[in-house]
């Protein structure tokens, strides 16, 4: 099996990192200004702040750093990537929530992680995201890059919505559900997962439609090569949502159109694990998930 990785990373010296901290979390901001104090300790030049600190973001968008570190849970990784991905910083994630799919540094581990970082023993994990774009009247209205999905859903109104899916520019049916989900394979293991979707390695690079509740329509998951474009029309007026990653959903009206694509974007995840850990930490992160009982 090939892994999306860049071995080649271990040779670069990092020296000017940002830390970013989820900007509800205190104990999250706090933890930001102790790895500042850390790397600075160790001759590694570093900010912190919050994620949501704009001046800080442009920053980043500006390529100052060559490395990102991001305190939180996933929803903070998901965002982080938002920002990192369109410039090519990778990112280590620190575990301030109560479940880290996507993270593999404990709050309590990280200075051992990052003494690793420095000397150069870690490598990067790239995973594909994918791009969507909104479509009212030809016009595009909105467009995003996500990590994990693309939900197309009912609104507040308890009845499905009608979909009318095609790829690759042909139609394939019409599914009449409470929604459906265009993920890669990191969001195979989210929404995608939770709709009975099935399990992808993350070193894929295929996008997955799932539909959620259908009714009297294809019922099973299709999973597509990376090349694919995904297009959902929007057939009836009932209230209809678009959201990707979980943020803010954008309202659509009949006849809008959400055309989903693999991102020219990719994600990088610094790893310490051996390439392959993914399968061994599966079960052990799905056993100890706050809905199963486990505590933080």
Known sequence: MTYNTDMEAQKKRLENLAVLAHPQIPSA?????????????????????????????????????????????DGTVLRACQL????????????????GFLIEVSEDSWREALDQLIRGEYWLEKRM??????????????????????VIARGREMRPVFLSTSLDGQAVTTYVADALIVATPTGST????????????PELRNILLMPVAPHLSIDRAIVLAEGS????????????????????PINLVEGD?????????????????????????????????PSAGAQK
């Open 29 to 73: 901001l706090e933890e930001a200004t102790e790895v500042t104090r850390f790397l600075e300790d160790r001759d590694v030049r570093s900010v912190d702040g919050g994620l949501d600190d704009e001046a800080l973001r442009q920053r980043v968008r500006d390529e100052e750093f060559d490395l990102v570190v991001v305190l939180g849970g």
């Open 84 to 99: 990192c991905a369109p410039h090519g910083i990778p990112i280590l994630a620190i575990n301030m929530g109560s479940f």
């Open 190 to 201: 989210a929404y995608a997962l939770a709709a009975g979707g099935p399990i992808l390695p």
């Open 257 to 289: 159109f959400v055309e989903v694509r693999a991102s020219e974007f990719t994600a990088k995840f610094v790893r310490f694990q051996e390439v392959g850990y993914f399968y061994r930490n599966l079960v052990s992160l799905m056993d100890q998930h």
């Open 129 to 150: 995201m994918l791009n969507t774009r909104v479509w009212r009247d030809e016009k595009c209205i909105s467009t995003w890059d996500v990590l994990n999905d693309t």
């Open 229 to 248: 474009t995904v297009g959902v029309t929007v057939l009836s007026d009932r209230e209809a949502v678009a959201s990707g990653d979980g943020q803010a």
